[in-house]
């Protein structure tokens, strides 16, 4: 089992930046890979972007393609997604994902650990 403990998030103008970590711990061993996700009020999840345990970026939203970046540190076995130019409609809550297997995803419903969420909040 996987565990993921996020933190960062919050309020910020629009233009701003923000970073957002995702810690796992437990059977690190068998993650693939880790994704970020966000859901807006009223829409569905979104995936946003996904990282492979070895380093291989993966994009899905065009719409944070330039803006967003995707790192981990495997010495600390966290996932950074550091936010730049931030915009209204980037306001969601964020989710990070791990997935086994042998492929990534963008689908919430193939990842098997979740993080417990937090907001970003991108004000005009």
């Known amino acids: 089992q996987v565990q993921l403990v996020q933190s960062g998030g919050g309020l910020v103008q629009a233009g701003g930046s923000l970073r957002l970590s995702c810690a796992a711990s437990g059977r690190t061993d068998s993650i693939y890979a880790i994704g970020w996700f966000r859901q807006a009020p009223g829409k569905e999840r979104e995936f946003v972007e996904a990282?492979?345990?070895?380093?291989?970026?993966?994009y899905y939203t065009d719409s944070v393609k330039g803006r967003f970046t995707i790192s981990r540190d495997n010495a600390k076995n966290t996932v950074y997604l550091q936010m730049e130019s931030l915009k209204p409609d980037d306001t969601a809550i964020y989710y990070c994902?791990?997935?086994?297997?042998?492929?990534?995803?963008?689908?919430?419903?193939?990842?098997?650990?979740w993080g417990q969420g937090t907001q970003v909040t991108v004000s005009s």
């Open positions: 994902a791990a997935r086994g297997g042998w492929s990534t995803s963008v689908f919430p419903r193939d990842y098997d650990s």
């Open positions: 990282i492979t345990w070895s380093g291989i970026r993966v």
